[in-house]
C-alpha cells in the first residue's frame, strides 16, 4: 500500500506541476478540464497495473544445511512471532485511523447535502426558463445545484446581472460540471488525507467557472465589475457551483486571454506524460524494482514481510557411511509471514490446498512438466535444484520464491566438476521462468482465498541425469 501511494502521489504530483507550467494559463478549458479527469484517474489506475504478468518477488537466500531441523524449528519461530507484533498493531491502528477519517469525509459531505436540501424546503420558490429558483432569504451568493438556482433574494440583482446569473448557472448545467463535483467530493473520502486531492479540486471548480464565465460575451468590464462585487458574499455548500467561490481575479484576467493556435501543440504533452507514468510508476515499472529494506522485500507490486533471523544453534549430524558424528551449526532462516499485509498462511494448516495446472495437481509435477527438457540437456550426473520458499497470493499466483540456482548434488562422485556455465545460466533461467509463471487455485482457509507458503522439501533432493535424460525424479 505504501508503493502504491508513493507512485500515485508521484503520479498526481508530476500531472500538477506540467499543468501549472504549460496549461493553466490558455483559455482552451474543456480540454485542461478533461486532463486534469484523467490525470488523477491515471495516479488512482496506474499503480495497481501490472504490464508483465509473469513478475514475482525472488530471492537466492537458502541455507538449510539440514531440512529436517530447520522445518521442525519453522514452526516455533512461527509460533513466538505470532500475530501481536508492532507491526501489526501498527497496521491495526493505520486502518482504524484511515476509516475514521472516512466516516468523518462522508458525515461532512451528509451535513453539506442537507444545508442543501434545507435551504429548498424552506426558500420561497419560482420556476424561470428551465430553472427553479429558490429564495433563501440568506446572505450568500448565487450557487447552484441540476437545475435550481439558490439567490439570497431576485430582487438584489438588476435585470442585467439576473440575466447572468441565470446564464452562468445555466451553463454549469449543460456542461454537466456537477459530474466533476461529485467524483472529487467522492475521491476526497477515499483520499481524505492526501493534499494533492484536494489541489485537484480547486483547479476543477476553477475550470468550471472559467467555462460558464463565457457568458460575459462582449462585456468582460461589466462583467468583472459584478464578479467583485458577488466576491464579498458568503459561499457555497461545497456540493454545488459557487458564483463566487473561485479566485476572482484569475477569473477577470481569463474573461479576455484568447491562446494562440501554437500554443495548442501543448495538448500533445499528455501522450508522454502518460507513458511515463506507465512506465515508472505500474507495478513493473522503474519505481518497484526490487529492493529490501530490514525484514521486508519490496517489488512487481508486493511487499514481503520476513520473520526475523533466528539466534544459532547446533545439532549432530550422522555420516551414513562411517557412522561417525559431528557438531554443525544452523540457525533458521527468515520465513515469508505476510503479503501486503495479509498473513501468510502455511500450507499445512489450510482447508484448500493449491492446486497446480499438472498432472495430479502438484507443485512437483508441475514443476516437473515445465523444466524437464532444460535438465535433460545437463551432463550426466547428480543436481540440486535449490528452491525454497514459494508465496501464493490470494489469486493463486506467485508472489515471492527463492532460487540459488541448481548445483551439483554434494555428495555425488563428480560434485567437484562445475557446471558449464552457459548452460548453468540457461537451465537456471528456465527454472526461473517456470517459478515466476505459477499459476494455481487459491489456497483457501475457512472458505476464504488465502496467500498461502510452502517449502517442498523434495524439490532440493537430488534428481539424476544420464544420457541426456532424467533418469531419477524424487
Not at 442585467?160 to 467522492?186: K, N, P, R
Request: a positive charge; glycine letters at 6%.
Amino acid at each position: 500500500m505504501l508503493q502504491y501511494l508513493i507512485n500515485c502521489t508521484a503520479i498526481w504530483l508530476l500531472s500538477l506541476i506540467i499543468f501549472d507550467v504549460f496549461l493553466r494559463g490558455e483559455s482552451y478549458h474543456a480540454y485542461n478540464r478533461l486532463y486534469l479527469v484523467s490525470t488523477f484517474l491515471l495516479g488512482v489506475f496506474i499503480p495497481l497495473f501490472s504490464w508483465d504478468s509473469g513478475s514475482a518477488i525472488y530471492t537466492s537466500r537458502i541455507s538449510r544445511p539440514v531440512l529436517g531441523v530447520i522445518a521442525a524449528k519453522q514452526t516455533v519461530v512461527t509460533s513466538v512471532v505470532g500475530d501481536g507484533s508492532p507491526l501489526d498493531v501498527i497496521q491495526t491502528a493505520i486502518i482504524y485511523i484511515y476509516f475514521i477519517g472516512v466516516i468523518i469525509s462522508l458525515t461532512l459531505m451528509a451535513l453539506e447535502a442537507v444545508k442543501i436540501v434545507r435551504l429548498y424546503h424552506l426558500g420561497s420558490k419560482f420556476r424561470e426558463g428551465p430553472c427553479v429558483i429558490i429564495e433563501t432569504g440568506k446572505d450568500h451568493g448565487p450557487f447552484s445545484l441540476f437545475n435550481c438556482v439558490f439567490v439570497s433574494a431576485r430582487q438584489n440583482y438588476s435585470d442585467e446581472e439576473w440575466g447572468i446569473v441565470l446564464a452562468h448557472e445555466q451553463l454549469h448545467g449543460l456542461m454537466f460540471h456537477f459530474i466533476d463535483v461529485l467524483f472529487f467530493q467522492l475521491a476526497r473520502i477515499v483520499f481524505w488525507f492526501h493534499p494533492l486531492v484536494y489541489l485537484y479540486q480547486r483547479k476543477m471548480l476553477l475550470l468550471h467557472e472559467y467555462q460558464a464565465d463565457r457568458v460575459c460575451g462582449a462585456r468582460p468590464k461589466f462583467y468583472g465589475q459584478f464578479l467583485v462585487e458577488q466576491a464579498l458574499l458568503q459561499s457555497a455548500p461545497t456540493l454545488s457551483h459557487s458564483f463566487n467561490r473561485s479566485p476572482i481575479k484569475n477569473r477577470i484576467v481569463m474573461l479576455t486571454r484568447k491562446s494562440s493556435a501554437a500554443s495548442k501543440l501543448k495538448m500533445l504533452l499528455f501522450a508522454p506524460l502518460a507513458l511515463v507514468c506507465l512506465v515508472c510508476f505500474s507495478k513493473d515499472g522503474f519505481s518497484q524494482q526490487f529492493r529490501k529494506v530490514k525484514n521486508t522485500y519490496t517489488g512487481s507490486g508486493n511487499q514481503i514481510a520476513m520473520t526475523p533471523q533466528s539466534a544459532p544453534d547446533t545439532f549432530v549430524v550422522t555420516d551414513p557411511v562411517t557412522g561417525a558424528q559431528t557438531m554443525q551449526v544452523t540457525s533458521v532462516d527468515p520465513k515469508p509471514k505476510t503479503l501486503n499485509g495479509q498473513r501468510i498462511v502455511d500450507v499445512d494448516t489450510i482447508t484448500v490446498r493449491p492446486l497446480f495446472k499438472s498432472k495430479d495437481f502438484t507443485f512437483r509435477n508441475y514443476l516437473k512438466a515445465g523444466i524437464l527438457d532444460a535438465l535433460a540437456t545437463l551432463p550426466d550426473g547428480s543436481y540440486n535444484l535449490n528452491i525454497g520458499y514459494i508465496v501464493l497470493d490470494s489469486k493463486g499466483k506467485v508472489a515471492y520464491y527463492e532460487f540459488s540456482g541448481i548445483s551439483r548434488y554434494k555428495f555425488s562422485h563428480n560434485d567437484k566438476v562445475p557446471i558449464p556455465e552457459d548452460l548453468k545460466k540457461q537451465v537456471d533461467k528456465k527454472i526461473e521462468q517456470v517459478l515466476a509463471d505459477i499459476k494455481a487455485q487459491p489456497a483457501q482457509l475457512n472458505g476464504k482465498n488465502v496467500p498461502v507458503i510452502f517449502l517442498d522439501d523434495k524439490v532440493r533432493n537430488s534428481v539424476e541425469v544420464k544420457d541426456h535424460k532424467v533418469t531419477n525424479w524424487p
